[in-house]
């Protein structure tokens, strides 16, 4: 057999099988590495934001919000969609963290990109962290309920290692600003 040297899989055609308003999902005809055949599901997502937002007394303000696919609560950190795909992505986080908290930050730090699922979706999640927190008053979007609270990073992060917060943005984002922080 031999040796493979570009292991890049080429589109041959695309089919758009759902066009939604936020996930938009296509079937791909695809070569292999070797030149065989294969199809490839994938979801093309406008990308997203999130933000650990760190008090002056070093709390995490966290989110906990119903979540309809998995029917439960979901403990998080605050996050959005970009409004489109060239949106300047520290002006979306700056929107989201105003308009679920209320809080605005005068620091800003990218943490770096998140990919959710990348066996199948497009999607690509900006982390930041914010500190210098002022507390304004929140904008929700209609369709948006959530309950707002703090806790300590360290709390946070030990609720992550223990397996109670299941959010993989959260996790990611919350041990990344907590090691940025000296906190782990």
């Not at 055609?13 to 695809?30: A, R």
């Amino acid at each position: 057999m031999a040796e493979i040297k570009d292991y890049t899989e080429r589109q041959v055609d695309s089919t758009l099988v759902f066009d939604g308003e936020i996930l938009h999902v296509k079937m791909d005809n695809i070569l292999l590495p070797n030149g065989k055949p294969a199809t490839r599901e994938r979801i093309e997502h406008i990308g997203a934001v999130c933000i650990v937002p760190v008090t002056d007394d070093g709390k995490i303000i966290m989110e906990e919000q119903y979540r309809y696919p998995v029917s439960r609560m979901i403990y998080e950190i605050p996050a959005g969609k970009l409004d489109s795909k060239d949106e300047d992505r520290l002006l979306a986080a700056k929107r989201e963290l105003r308009e679920e908290t209320g809080y605005e930050a005068s620091e800003w730090i990218d943490l770096g990109i998140y990919l959710p699922a990348p066996a199948y979706s497009d999607e690509k999640i900006t982390m930041y962290l914010a500190r210098g927190l002022k507390k304004g008053s929140q904008d929700l979007d209609d369709d948006e309920f959530l309950k707002l609270s703090e806790a300590p990073i360290e709390e946070v992060v030990s609720k992550i290692f223990a397996g109670e917060i299941h959010d993989g943005k959260t996790q990611v984002a919350v041990l990344k600003a907590a090691k940025y922080l000296n906190k782990i």
